[in-house]
């Protein structure tokens, strides 16, 4: 059954109704003995049916889950077979610092197999940045959408070359930081676009070249990935989006970061830069089919660029604005963005 349909929704009321009316009514007829009991468990699935109707509200606003096996989890998972010893990666904790921004936080970073052996001690990789989403944390990437699972399978099929993947932490505990510098506040595109790469280069064998990076993030994350590639298009060669918007955001999670900056606001919008000539930066945009606001954003992104812009658009994968359509999406979008790594530099829009 459809989770974010009106027969769920109507289902889940009447079924409320009903026990609220079947408490009421039943409420001094229950047998003497058994009375406390009975009464004490019909408040209790009359509290399960009130969250239950809100639960089912707040899921058809935001479409984070379209049936009962996108909640559960138990959709079929592509790319899940086994990885030989040999061909794995490993994931470190580390302590990210950023010397421009002042901002000092824990990240994770994916090594493939191929940095440890012994024919590769001078070779350096190109990188991915992963941007998890608010709220978060970067070991949703491996815990979630097991990125590294993901990554080792990529690389040891030749689906994409040996790459470093690096998840820092995007934002401070309880404040959605949108991935921006805001006005009078916390450097946070700094951090993730010029300390994070120097922490990392600092301590790892990372490419050095204009065009070895890529970013790719969900849903919050997606908006920082786009975000800043288009800021730093002589770093990050592509882009990945899944079911991201391209729009800022300004509320309670976020805080005032632009302190009424209209033209800061408008450089922190996908959808204004695309519009006003930003540079080309390969983007792929995924939005599952059970996410109406991150198709809406995909449509209203495409309607703002150029008609030429390269796009690579995937809205085919059922579900809703959760791990399931992520992770199913991860491998096509890995893919890609290795077939980038290492590209030319985009050139502006052309004017007049």
């Known amino acids: 059954m459809d989770l974010t349909g009106w027969p769920f929704l109507v289902l889940v009321v009447g079924l409320s109704c009903a026990v609220l009316v079947g408490t009421m009514v039943l409420w001094n ?17 009359v509290m399960v049916c009130g969250a239950a109707v809100m639960a089912d509200v707040v899921n058809r ?23 030989p010893a040999q061909d794995r990666g490993t994931v470190e904790r580390v302590r990210l610092d950023g010397g421009n921004s002042g901002i000092h936080r824990d990240g994770l970073v994916y090594l493939p197999a191929a940095y440890s052996r012994p024919d590769a001690a001078d070779r350096h990789f190109p990188v991915v940045e992963l941007f998890h989403g608010f709220p978060g944390q ?27 993947a690096v998840m820092p932490t995007i934002g401070d505990h309880g404040r959605d930081s949108e991935c921006v510098d805001a006005v009078h506040g916390r450097a946070n595109e700094t951090y993730l676009a010029v ?35 288009l800021h730093h298009p002589d770093r990050y060669a592509a882009a990945v989006s899944l079911d991201g ?55 209203h992104l495409r309607r703002a660029a150029p008609p030429d ?41 052309p004017t007049g």
């Open 61 to 83: 606003d935001y479409g984070f889950y379209t049936s009962f096996g996108d909640l559960l989890g138990s959709s079929p998972l592509p790319h899940d077979r086994p990885v």
């Open 138 to 164: 970067p070991d949703n990437w491996t815990r979630h959408l097991g990125i590294a699972h993901v990554l080792d399978l990529e690389i040891s099929s030749g689906r994409m070359p040996p790459v470093i």
């Open 245 to 299: 918007y391209f729009t800022p955001q300004v509320d309670s999670n976020t805080g005032d970061l632009y302190r009424g900056r209209q033209d800061i606001r408008d450089n922190n919008s996908p959808q204004w830069l695309l519009a006003h000539g930003a540079p080309r930066v390969p983007l792929y945009l995924m939005a599952s089919r059970g996410d109406p606001e991150g198709l809406r954003a995909i449509g």
């Open 29 to 45: 007829r229950w047998p003497h003995r058994a009375a406390w009991p009975l009464r004490f468990l019909s408040l209790v699935l």
């Open 195 to 229: 300390d994070v790469p120097t922490a990392v280069a600092a301590r790892f064998r990372v490419a050095d070249g204009p065009r070895d990076w890529a970013t790719m993030g969900y849903s919050t994350g997606g908006f920082c990935a786009v975000d800043l590639a």
């Open 309 to 349: 812009y390269p796009f690579t658009l995937r809205t085919d994968l059922n579900g809703g604005h959760n791990f399931n359509p992520w992770h199913r999406a991860g491998p096509a979008a890995l893919d890609w963005i290795g077939s980038h790594l290492g590209t030319a530099p985009p050139t502006p829009r």
